[in-house]
Structures are given as C-alpha cells and as structure tokens.
C-alpha cells in the first residue's frame, strides 16, 4: 500500500513539473501560434543558470529561484526583440525553422559554457531529507515540487480569469486585430507573452534541477514530454495541459514502479 | 538561351564530378561521397518539405533505419551490395508508411511536433535495444562484398566506393526529379499550396501526402545505406534528431523550391562543416546561426536567391 502511495505522489511531483513547462509552451502557441522548439532549451538554461548562482556565486537556492527566470524572461525579449519579429507574419513552417535554430544555439551555448558532463544542484536544507506521510517516507523536495506547481496553477487560473493583464492576453489569442482595433497594444502583448513563457520554462528548469541531475540533453528529453502532453491535452488549452501532464507522470510513476518489481 | 546555359553548367558539374577521384586526394574523395549522399538525403527531405508542404523533424529516423538495415544484412546474410540498397530503401519505406499513417492527416503544427516525437522514439530503440542495434556503439565490422549485377569491383577502395555512390544518387536523382515533375509531384505543389482546394478538387489530401512521405522515407532510406560503408559504422547518431536538422538545413541553404536547391545546399553545408570543425568544436552553434539567418533573411536559399539576382541583371 505505501509502495502505491509513494508512486502516486512521485508521479504527482513529476506530472505538475511536467505542466509548468507545458503550460508555457501552451500560452505561447495559445497567442502567437508558434510552438517554440526552444521551450526545451530555455527550461535547461534556467536549471543551469540556477546552478551557476548556487553553487558557483554561492546565493541561496531561493534567490535563484528568482533571478534565473528573470534572466531567461530577459533574454526571451531580445530574442523575440531581434529574432522572432521578423517572422511573426509568415508561414508557420518558418517560426518552427527558427525556433529550432534557436534550440540548436542554445543547446550549443549550454555545452560550450557548462560542458558536456552531469552537474548537480543539492536542494536547499529546509528541503533536504524525507517525511513520513501515511506511513511512507518522500522526500521533502518532492512536496516542495507539488506545492510548487499548484501555486503556479492557482496564480495561472487567477491571472487569466480575474486580472485586466490575463483578459487582454486572452484577447489577443483569440482575435489579434480586434484586440488592436481596442487600442491594445498587441505588439507589447506578444513579447510579454512570449518572455512568460519563457519565464515558466526557467522556473520548471529551477524547481527540476536538485530534482534530477544537469545534463546538456536535459532540455530536449523534457520538450519531448512536453509535446506529449499538449498533443493529449490539446495545443492551447489550459485545463489539457494540467490533465495531459498528470497522465504523463502516471505513466512515469507507473513505469518506475513495475521496472523496479 | 536560360535553359541551355543551366544546362551547360549541368552538364560541366556532372562531368567534374565523374573526374574527380583522378584528380582529387583521398581527403577530397571523401568529402564528395558525403556530399552526394547527404544531397541525396535532403533532396529526398525536400520532397516532403519543399514540394509537399509537410515540415517533418523525424526524417533523420529513415536515414538511420536505412544504415542499420544496411549494416545488418551485410554481417548477418552477406547479400550483395545493390540487394543490400534495395533492402535499406524497403526498411525505411515500411517505417515511413507506419509514421506517416498517423502524421500525415495532422495540420503543420502537430506534424512537427509528431515527427519529432518519432524521431526521437527510433533513436531510442536503437539506442537501448542492445542485442539487435549494439546500443551506443553501434554497428561497425561489416565487410563489403560484391556489388551485384556480376560486376567485379573493390568497394573498400574509397575511389570505386564514390563513383558506385555517384552512380547511384545519380540514377535516384533523376527518379526522383522525375517524380517531382510528373502529374503526381504537381498535385504535391498544389497541396502545399492549397490542400484545401486540392481536396475540393476531388483528391484524397492525405493518400498524395502519404505516398509523398514513403517515397520520400525510401530514398532517405538508400541514402542512410550508402552512409554506413562509407562511415564503416551504423550508429544512433544517424537516428538523432540534430541529424533531422541536416537535411532542413540543407535544404533551406541551398534553396528549397527548387529541385538542386538541397544538392547544392549539401555542398555549401560539408565543405562548411570540414572547415569549420578545424578550429572549434561548436558546428551545432554555427549551423544553428546560419539556419536562423538563412530563415530571416534568405529564404529562398542560395540558388533562389542567385537566380533572383541573375534575372535582376538580365532585364
């Protein structure tokens, strides 16, 4: 019974990091109709972003958890500034083209950066070690993980249907000239957008790096999975990706217990 | 007077490429093998990619499977080299016809994303199914035989090996530009542009895309099983799907609206490749730049964007 009950809540930590990321990758296709091959990429840079602040600048696990986001949000308005711009009116096949050119950078940065080899990010104290729940012990940080994804959650749904900023992003997904015709600045909208998306994929690379070791091919395992989970969930939809990614971390969960029999 | 002049060029390139072992070292031997490969591989890419409208992510997955058939059917049955193509193509055929049967009725979007999916599933098939695939080391220490067709020839030797490779991705070539121009490679020009119309039309949108994405498998197919002598190994690095970027890249820098364009493409991309890993590891970083640039700027490609300029001095 606890062997069940460990795996539940092993597959509950995976699915909500799985649906961080794929939430994003969600909102961004949602108002710029672009699936971002990168999305993957940016995951890995926050996670390796957030080892070089821990573990090399010595900060506390919590600061990184906000300033490497904050950078990778940063640096997704320079790419949508400078890059992505240029193809918002064209064809999808080119936005596909030209985030998968970005993937291919950025993977190649981390490599030249970090190098090729597993790096590792310890959890921070008050979240080391285990617990006892119903007669099993978890690991603190997994609860951590799941508290995590559920604030995120609620702070999403609250965002799009209770504020000014998630009506207008709504809007501009579902009718971008009539937005505009409304004097919303769409233009604004859509670099917010996509640097919020970027923002989310950081913060799932932060809360997964004490979770699982780095590794250059981090972010292209966990873009896969993403896929998976808006192609189950339906692309652009909110509550899809919440259920795609419970079942994909179900399946995870399941798989690693019966691997173990 | 356009047509003779391309012609001529067409006729002087082929001719240079017949003569090169005489004149060329080893080393430049085997950069040109690559390169008619790998122009075979993103030619047949284009068909699916320029020609159909369809941006597949997973192709690299057909070039693989066409390696691996050929390196099995040579340690385990022995058979002769042009059987052993004719099996590489078969292999990768079948496995298109499986991948396409469940991507091809998607929009853009999710083709991407599930060609990707695939892409990445095959690879880690070959990577994780030791016994059949010999995992990350891949397969190595097969022996070439005979060609077939009673012809006696040494295919260890680099310089017999390119003009048997010159040969045959010349013979595919001219097929699949055939395909390309027949009635059926323009109902494929009229998908990309229109699906919507074509089916009005009266054709079934998703049989013409399928074959499209078989044929297109096959001859990724053949091109993976010249790779695997030629490498002398079958590895998981030809499933992987930076290898799925090649032939995008390819295409996309030679110019995918026309049917050189990726030939062409290939070239520009080995010769870059040979002198770029000389002074830094970072080829993927390179590429990725290029892509990008080529995606804003030149989206025509090379070819599109010399023959623009061409007809620009004509006038």
């Known amino acids: 019974m606890s062997g069940i009950g460990s795996a539940l809540l092993n597959s509950l930590d995976i699915g909500l990091l799985l649906f961080i990321i794929a939430v994003g990758l969600n909102i961004v296709f949602g108002v710029l109709n672009i699936i971002n091959f990168a999305h993957g990429a940016l995951y890995m840079l926050g996670a390796y972003l957030a080892f070089t602040l821990i573990n090399i600048v010595g900060m506390p696990f919590w600061a990184a958890l906000l300033l490497a986001p904050l950078g990778v949000a940063i640096l997704a308005v320079l790419i949508d500034r400078f890059l992505l711009r240029y193809i918002y009116s064209r064809d999808v096949a080119d936005s596909l083209l030209l985030t998968f050119a970005l993937l291919l950078i950025i993977n190649e940065s981390v490599r030249m950066i970090w190098g090729s080899g597993i790096q590792v990010v310890q959890p921070p104290p008050l979240l080391a070690g285990s617990m006892s729940i119903f007669g099993s012990f978890v690991p603190t940080y997994s609860l951590f993980v799941i508290a995590m994804g559920l604030l995120l959650l609620a702070g999403l749904w609250y965002l799009f249907n209770r504020t000014r900023i998630g009506r207008i992003m709504r809007a501009a997904a579902l009718d971008r000239d009539m937005a505009e015709a409304l004097c919303i600045n769409t233009r604004l909208v859509v670099t917010g957008v996509f640097a919020f998306g970027a923002w989310l994929a950081a913060v799932g690379g932060v809360v997964a790096a004490p979770m699982r070791a780095l590794d250059p091919g981090m972010g292209d395992k966990i873009i896969i999975e993403s896929f998976i989970v808006v192609v189950i969930g339906g692309l652009g939809s909110f509550p899809g990706a919440l259920l795609g990614a419970l079942i994909l971390g179900l399946i995870h969960a399941l798989v690693a217990v019966i691997s173990l029999r | ?315």
């Open chain 2, 1 to 315: 007077m356009k047509t003779r002049i391309l012609l001529a060029i067409l006729a002087v390139v082929i001719a240079g490429l017949i003569a090169v072992p005489w004149v060329a070292s080893y080393f430049y031997i085997f950069i040109f093998t690559e390169i008619l490969i790998l122009g075979l591989f993103a030619a047949s890419f284009n068909l699916v990619f320029g020609y159909t409208g369809m941006l597949s992510f997973g192709h690299a997955a057909f070039f693989g499977v066409g390696s691996y058939a050929m390196a099995l059917v040579l340690i385990h049955l022995e058979w002769p080299f042009l059987v052993s193509l004719l099996v590489s193509m078969g292999a990768a055929a079948l496995l298109a016809l499986i991948i396409g049967f469940f991507c091809v009725r998607l929009n853009e979007v999710y083709f991407a994303m599930l060609t990707l999916a695939f892409g990445m599933m095959v690879f880690a098939i070959a990577y994780q199914w030791r016994s059949v695939t010999n995992g990350s080391d891949g397969l190595a220490g097969f022996s070439l035989g005979s060609l077939g067709l009673g012809l006696d020839l040494t295919l260890a030797n680099p310089a017999v090996y390119y003009h048997v490779v010159l040969a045959i991705v010349g013979v595919a070539s001219v097929i699949l530009y055939v395909i390309c121009r027949s009635s059926f490679g323009m109902i494929l020009r009229a998908i990309r542009q229109n699906p919507e119309r074509v089916s009005f039309a009266g054709l079934n949108v998703r049989a013409y895309r399928l074959v499209a994405f078989v044929i297109a498998g096959a001859f990724a197919g053949l091109a993976g099983g010249l790779i695997a002598p030629f490498l002398r190994v079958a590895s998981p690095e030809l499933l992987h799907w930076s290898m799925s970027a090649e032939p995008i890249l390819m295409a996309i820098l030679g110019g995918t609206g026309y049917f050189l364009g990726p030939f062409i493409g290939a070239a520009v991309f080995v010769l870059l490749e040979t002198w770029i890993t000389s002074f830094t590891e970072s080829w993927m970083l390179v590429l990725g730049v290029i892509l990008a640039l080529m995606v804003i700027f030149f989206r025509k490609g090379l070819l599109g964007t010399v023959l623009d300029w061409w007809m620009e001095v004509r006038k």
